[in-house]
């Protein structure tokens, strides 16, 4: 998504530096070159090896070290090099410094030679944040274009509870992706995404559940989020941090993932299932179930075809119902007979290689029966590759 965009990260000295670490992260997943620009009250937070090792580039502390040496004119080099300057968190020195134009560290030096959008995720006590002239040097990088991200209200370092924190990473991430990812060909549209995989009771005790992670579902609707979607995630026993600013609805069983999905499947444009529901329950468990001899019996049951019965439903005028089918043998053939059976307007195939990793190699098959046959790609890339599909439907 951020492919070919260079992001100069500044970390000024809030306790927040901690999280910046989070964000550098989050921004090479999504392919960005990632400086890391650290001013000297930072490094005491946070060591500038843990930024080098995440961004996989020199960190800046000082516009003379020996580490960046090759660079001419480091400060103008950085700066042209620069789609985005980001300082998260900012503090009020570095406000300050940015309103009246000052220059004395490799950040602020930065920072007045970029040409680049800027934007900046105030970090501050309560007080600090209210007072006159830090309102009055907000007021001047805002006449300048400057955009901010927060603060925001909540428990601060000083114990006081009130505005003052830095926006979560993931906030600043979506600004970033607004600013860097491109294409809105999603805005206005609602995508609902159902992720992970489902867990159904043996007894009150144990459950049967599969490998899903989530990694695909969370990147499809990091990709339409970012695309500029509503969405509505419904995610089954993923334990993975929002993606951007989507507030997963979780669920855990198969009946309760139907539940929902149905609550929410009139409002949407499209639909993607790519949560790995159980087929199956346990009928009529309600104690745990004893050992006998090494042996256990269990009666199953089938549980409600969740994108079946959505396919039988009204909903919005030209929604598409998009799914998933991992199949061991004959991928093709086999997602073919469930997107007829299951009245599908497209379907992923994939094998079981694809549970918890980072990649994957998939089939996109339309109603048409045209395949196109993905390499193995990031699945951030799979999702948007996915979503181009549906906008072609």
Known sequence: ???????????????????????????????????????????????????????????????????????????????????????????????????????????????????????????????????????????????????????????????????????????????????????????????????????????????IANHSSGKMGYALAEAARARGATVTLIAANVDRPAPLDIKPVKVGSAAEMLGVVMDNQGKADAIIMAAAVGDFKVKNQKSKVKKNAGKIDLELEENADIIATVAKQKGKKGRKLIGFALETEDLIQNAKLKMKNKGLDLIVANGPDTFGSEQATVSIINQAGKVENLPKLPKSEIANRILDAVLRL
């Open 1 to 207: 998504m951020l492919k070919g965009k260079t992001v100069i990260l500044g970390v000024t000295g809030g306790i927040a530096a901690y999280k910046s670490a989070t964000l550098v992260s989050r921004l090479k997943n999504l392919g960005a070159d990632v400086w890391v620009v650290m001013t000297a009250e930072a490094t005491k937070l946070v060591g500038p090896l843990t930024f080098r090792t995440l961004s996989g580039n020199p960190v800046i502390t000082d516009l003379f070290a020996e580490e960046i040496a090759g660079l001419p004119v480091p400060h103008i080099t950085l700066a042209k090099k620069a789609d985005l300057l980001v300082i998260a968190p900012c503090t009020a020195n570095v406000i300050g410094k940015m309103a009246h134009g000052l220059a004395d560290d490799a950040l602020t030096t930065i920072a007045l030679a970029a040409t680049a959008p800027k934007l900046l995720a105030p970090a501050m006590n309560c007080e600090m944040w209210r007072n006159r002239g830090v309102q009055e040097n907000l007021k001047k990088l805002k006449d300048q274009a400057i955009k901010f991200v927060g603060p925001v209200e909540g428990k601060l370092a000083c114990g006081d509870d009130d505005i003052g924190r830095m926006a979560e990473p993931e906030t600043i991430l979506e600004e970033v992706v607004r600013w860097l990812g491109g294409s809105d060909d999603l805005k206005g549209k609602h995508i609902l995404v159902t992720a992970g995989g489902t867990r159904e009771a043996i007894d009150p005790v144990r459950y």
